[in-house]
């Protein structure tokens, strides 16, 4: 089929040239596929064919001609003389039918050309697989590879537990791109490869997959939900539960990545990151209603999502109660001797069921009042304490703490105290009589607690005069708190009178004083009519006795003058 020698080009007839000149016409060309070995030579087609020899002119060789994928003109020169000659091409593309014609040349030129078609092909391309996995399963799928010029007529699975020794675990035919191994252990590394197959036989593995079939992992478990800030001011509570992330047995086959926490209501409160070693976690939950009752739950993730939750026990955040309100230290022995306070202030309220109405035992049972003074502890109550021993007039400051079963609460706002009692009797009365009048006089009480008599820590509103009269007590006069004197007018020269003096506070009127006596009077009046009568040996002086006493017996003293 090819003329000249300088280029060949398919030929639809032969051009006959003197036999005896031109060589002979190969014959029993053939085309294969398959290299030395049997297999098949990928992008190569291997030409064979016989000659018969003419020795009249010698044979010079044989050229191969070939159209390539572009379309143009290939040829080739044999050099090779022998009846049974061969030549593989190469480079090809697999899967594209070619059109080779042989023919023998010698010195006149080329002899008659004999075709023959072929198409090079291989074993398929390996596949592009991807791999996914499940509960006790993987799956598998993959694009139908490039065939290399023969059809796949399926796929060939292959398994391995260590990535060494594979298995055949199943075959499709070409219409099946994908495959779920099932039965498998959760947590156990698997890896596959597949090769796909046509009629020259099994392709080019594909690259190794690995994978590892898991699921949600188990529920951990709680250890307690615990009263966390029952020293402090409660609302907190901590739920603990320990679970091993990298035990595959119980998360799925699959590390746990991070724990869940959500309240009754599944409202998602945070996460714990796992980590690896660590078993034991806990989650604090803040902002609670201290006296409310919660329970939480608490689920792990791996990569296959969240598993089922374990739920805590119910518990009640508490606190330490509240400082109290309404403290009132009372003087409960005023109208007595004083020296003592009386306590007691407003009952906590009991937070529970969601209400916490401050000030409150913050969920925790109340137990008692702890009593300061003076920011030392002096007793205990549950209503009121009566605190004795007190120093009349002396400050004193009170404060209170409520206990529950977390402890001792804050001390409430102090409340400054004065123990006090009605004064003391009044002290150093006198009296200086004079004429229709008596001059009373005594000592101011003193301020508690410096000395005493005192007004006993309880401010002198008043001092009040009390006289008695042919044995009737009267009071006669109420004086300023500052007064330490009176004068009694209007007396009756010559009489008794007896007199006392009490003073008042806020808390009463004292004790009297000592009862002190005196008789108003003044200097008698003259004697009368004196006249003396008498003879040589005596004298006898007469008088008539004064109109007025002064208001006291009264003696007479004579003077003679001689």
Known sequence: MCSELSGCRPYTSAVTLVADALPNAVTNLAASNLNADGDHAPSTITLSWNYDI??????????????????????????DVSNAPSYTISELQNGNSYDFSVFGINMLGAGPTLDVSAVPSTVPDAPVVTIGHGDQSIQLSWFEPYDEGNAVTGYRVYRSTDGNGYTQITESDESVLSYEDTGLTNGT??????????????????DVQSEYPSTVPNAPTISCLENSN????????????????????????????????????????????????TFHYSYVINNLINGESYSFNVSAENRDGEGSSASSSSEIPSGLPDASSGLIVGNVNALNDGHQALISVDALSVASGGINIAPSDEGSEFDHFVVYRDGSPVGTMTVTFTDTGLVNGQSYSYAVSAVNDNGEGAQCSPVTFVASCKPDAVSGLSVVHGNHQVQLSWNLLAVAPSESPSDEGSVITRYDVYKQELGVWSQIATLASNA?????????????????????NANGMSDYSEVVSAVP???????????????????????????????LSYLYSLEVTW
């Open 54 to 79: 003419d020795n009249s002119t010698p044979l010079l060789g044989y050229i191969v001609a070939y159209l390539d994928t572009s379309g143009e003109m290939a040829s080739v020169y044999v050099n």
């Open 230 to 277: 029952s020293q402090g001011n409660g609302q907190q509570l901590t739920v603990r539960w320990h679970q091993n992330p990298t035990d595959v047995c119980r998360n799925g086959g699959s590390a746990i990545i991070q724990f869940d926490i959500r309240d009754g209501y599944n409202n998602l409160l945070g996460s714990v990151m796992a980590s690896n070693g």
């Open 484 to 504: 330490s004197s009176y004068m009694a007018t209007g007396l009756v020269n010559g009489r008794s009178y007896d007199f006392k003096i009490s003073a008042t």
């Open 521 to 551: 009077s003044t200097s008698p009046s003259a004697v009368r009519n004196v006249h003396i009568v008498g003879n040589a040996s005596e004298l006898q002086i007469i008088w008539d006795q004064p109109l007025s006493s002064g208001g």
């Open 189 to 206: 590394t698997y890896y596959y490869r597949i090769a796909a197959v046509n009629d020259n036989g099994e392709g080019v593995w594909s």
